[in-house]
């Protein structure tokens, strides 16, 4: 089983990785709902279930969003809010039904901070909040023992915080002119 979950993690991580290298937000959003697809099939042979109920959560919110971008192209307090109710209240019944420990908490503050970064537009929110999210669920992981999403989301640091360095000097040198 842990084998099996290393190969999904590595499928979303791939997944991940090449939205890093898109603007269009239609093609980011489609690609992170398989990601969360991937990530949610590999917790569950973790049988980190905190991580695969909030993989849910995040896929429920990506094709929300997806559906928002459709409809009206804007983006709305109220569904930002319910999502962030929904993984709140997940997380919160599986630490009262013992399914998980206090540990799940990382994996909600990951998740949140994932959904407010693809609902905003700020690309330095974006990028920051990467790194916040990556950090969450390398402590998340570090407690399960699971090699390639800890690596992954190292990488995932690290470009992240390259491209914040490449935007700054970028706007800097605008800035100038």
């Not at 109920?53 to 809010?81: E, H, P, Q």
């Not at 905003?120 to 090699?147: E, M």
């Not at 700054?168 to 040198?173: P, V």
Request: with cysteine.
């Amino acid at each position: 089983m842990y084998i099996t979950s290393q190969v999904f993690f590595i499928i979303g991580a791939v997944i991940i990785l090449a939205t890093y290298y898109l603007k269009n937000r239609r093609l980011i959003l489609s690609l992170s709902i398989a990601a969360c697809v991937a990530y949610f099939t590999a917790y569950i042979f973790l049988k980190a279930y905190t991580g695969a109920a909030l993989n849910i959560v995040s896929l429920i919110a990506t094709i929300w969003f997806f559906i928002d971008l459709k409809k009206r192209g804007k983006r709305s307090w109220v569904s930002l809010g319910i999502i962030f109710a929904l993984a709140i209240a997940m997380t919160t019944t599986m630490i009262a039904l013992r399914l998980e420990n206090m540990i799940s908490v990382l994996a909600t503050v990951a998740l949140m901070a994932f959904i407010y970064s693809i609902w905003q537009d700020n690309l330095f929110v974006h990028k920051w909040l990467g790194i916040v999210t990556a950090i969450c669920w390398i402590l998340y992981n570090c407690y399960y023992s699971s090699i390639i999403p800890i690596i992954s989301n190292t990488i995932f640091i690290i470009i992240d915080l390259i491209s914040i360095i490449r935007c700054y000097r970028l706007n800097k040198k605008e800035g100038n002119k």
